[in-house]
């Protein structure tokens, strides 16, 4: 089935006498019971930490968005990284990480995992089947994003899981960019596929969450033990919204991934520009790896300009009228940030110039594109 009906019709009450279209919101800590004996049965939800039908469902959609066989809901997009690499490590353990990881999963890597005695050793994102190298009797978990924040190169997917695989070592991918839409890494023999719900499925700007989908049912019993024991919850009402964003969420993808292909061709053709990163052109490093595995792009890349003054850079930003400067993508609206003030790498060349990012949202394209193109103007 594809998935526009796919999220059509998964995670929906069954059609009775009158039912509502959507699951009931039930909000609830205390759960009640009509016989003490049902208190500590395991087989049911005792308490609201358990969730409710409305998880339930959320739950479904997730694992149907990448036929995976466990899904978990967490209450953002970086709790779900985390909290799929502390279900997977322990004290002594080595976690390979991406060079082009999100920022924040870097700095947890970095400072945090020390603290249970967790090293991390950052690769180079091109390192393909190379990674089995760096892969010791330590090694846990590789932590996967492709493609990378910021600076978007394009991971050999097939070739690191099957390097991992053998040496029994799971992996993890931070898949947000891709929604789940274009890219489906589980297939590519991934372990665990983290999101940040808060940008596709959210959609509005107005909320955060994450889901963890697992590929089997193991890595999933492991997950939901972690999150049991350290006692993540989301709300009902936040996993209704993630809910009720999935309905739409193909045409907004749609919609919103066009538009950044076309700004992407168009900008590539720009003066002030030096180069777009975006694995859907021709001109990127990953591109035949991109068309090999993904099917498709998303709403986000990068374009890295003609040397210029970091003050005609935030002249350039502040110049765009309709994109908003704000952190995240995914929304309805169009966003764009300069990068290089967060910009860490350990395994890439200094960029030519200064990085910005574009979001694209719902917005008319030709109408955004006129947009930056009144603000190039100010970069003369
Ligand atoms: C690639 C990626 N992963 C994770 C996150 C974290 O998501 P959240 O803001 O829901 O914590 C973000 C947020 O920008 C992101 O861009």
């Given at each position: 089935m594809k998935k526009e009906t796919l999220f059509t019709h998964t995670g929906r009450p069954k059609a009775g006498?009158?039912?509502?279209v959507n699951p009931d919101i039930s909000r609830a800590s205390t759960l009640l019971f009509?016989?003490?004996?049902?208190?500590?049965?395991?087989?049911?939800?005792?308490?609201?930490?358990?969730?409710s039908d409305v998880h339930d469902q959320l739950k479904k959609a997730f694992m149907a968005l990448e036929s995976g066989a466990h899904a978990a809901l967490l209450p953002s997009g970086h709790s779900a990284t985390t909290t799929a690499i502390l279900a997977m490590v322990k004290t002594g353990d080595n976690v390979l990480l991406t060079d082009g990881a999100y920022g924040p999963t870097r700095a947890f890597c970095q400072s945090y995992l020390p603290k249970i005695g967790v090293t991390t050793t950052l690769f180079d994102p091109h390192i393909g089947e190379d990674i089995v190298e760096l892969i010791?009797?330590?090694?846990s978990v590789i932590l996967l994003e492709s493609p990378s924040s910021l600076t978007f190169e394009i991971h050999d997917l097939p070739a690191m899981t099957k390097a991992a695989k053998a040496a029994g070592v799971t992996t993890i991918i931070d898949n947000t960019w891709s929604g789940g839409i274009s890219l489906n890494p589980l297939k590519l023999g991934v372990d665990i596929s983290v999101h940040a719900a808060t940008k596709y499925f959210g959609g509005h700007g107005d909320l955060l969450y994450g889901a963890i989908i697992s590929a089997d049912v193991k890595t999933g019993a492991a997950i939901d033990a972690y999150v049991k024991s350290i006692g993540f919850a989301t709300s009902p009402d936040d996993a209704y919204q993630v809910l009720r964003g999935f309905r739409s969420v193909m045409p907004r993808f749609r919609q919103a991934e066009a538009t950044a292909m076309q700004l992407a061709k168009w900008l590539e053709g720009q003066d002030a520009v030096h180069s777009v990163l975006h694995p859907?052109?021709?001109?990127?490093?990953?591109h035949s790896l991109w068309k090999r595995d993904f099917t498709g792009g998303a709403c986000l890349f990068g374009v890295v300009l003609n040397p210029v003054s970091a003050k005609k850079v935030l002249a350039f930003i502040n110049g765009l009228?309709?994109?908003?400067?704000?952190y995240s993508y995914g929304g309805y609206e169009s966003l764009c940030i300069h990068c290089d003030p967060q910009l860490r790498r350990s395994h890439a060349d200094k960029l030519a110039g200064p990085l910005i990012r574009f979001a694209c949202g719902l917005e008319h394209a030709d109408d955004l594109q006129a947009d930056i193109a009144q603000a190039l103007s100010l970069l003369k």
């Open positions: 006498l009158a039912t509502t009509d016989r003490a004996e049902d208190l500590y049965r395991g087989d049911i939800r005792t308490y609201g930490r358990h969730g010791t009797d330590k090694t859907g052109l021709e001109s990127h490093p990953g009228e309709l994109f908003g400067i704000g």
